[in-house]
């Protein structure tokens, strides 16, 4: 059974940058797609970012696409999103999920993911 493990999140000022990791116990991530995911308060889990076993592909929300970069290193056993120019509406728990099947649209994605990290909590202040 693959355990998840987010680390990184914190307390940023807005225009402010972190890098979140997420690594496997229990098994590796090379063979699987991994996805980071996140929850703001009241609001439901959305789609952020995703990248292919290889790392040859990557897919983000619109909402992101010129501020986080996902990125893995599989002979680390890690996987991470490096997030730029936060804002405060980026403020949400934020899950590593990975998965053997690959949806082409975010907003189907997570249907992929077989495993799920509890997330880590990134607050943006204003």
């Known amino acids: 059974q693959v355990q998840l493990v987010e680390s990184g999140g914190g307390l940023v000022q807005a225009g402010g940058s972190l890098r979140l990791s997420c690594t496997a116990s229990?098994?590796?991530?090379?063979?699987?797609?991994m996805g980071w995911f996140r929850q703001g308060p009241g609001e439901e889990r959305e789609f952020v970012s995703a990248?292919?076993?290889?790392?040859?592909?990557?897919l983000y929300r619109d909402s992101v696409k010129d501020q986080f970069t996902i990125s893995r290193d599989n002979a680390k056993n890690m996987v991470y999103l490096q997030m730029n120019s936060l804002k405060p509406e980026d403020t949400a728990v934020y899950y590593c999920?990975?998965?053997?099947?690959?949806?082409?649209?975010?907003?189907?994605?997570?249907?992929?993911?077989?495993?799920w990290g509890k997330g880590t909590l990134v607050t943006v202040s204003s």
């Open positions: 999920a990975a998965g053997r099947t690959w949806f082409v649209a975010p907003e189907t994605f997570h249907r992929g993911m077989e495993y």
């Open positions: 229990g098994g590796t991530v090379s063979p699987y797609h």
């Open positions: 990248i292919s076993l290889s790392g040859g592909r990557t």
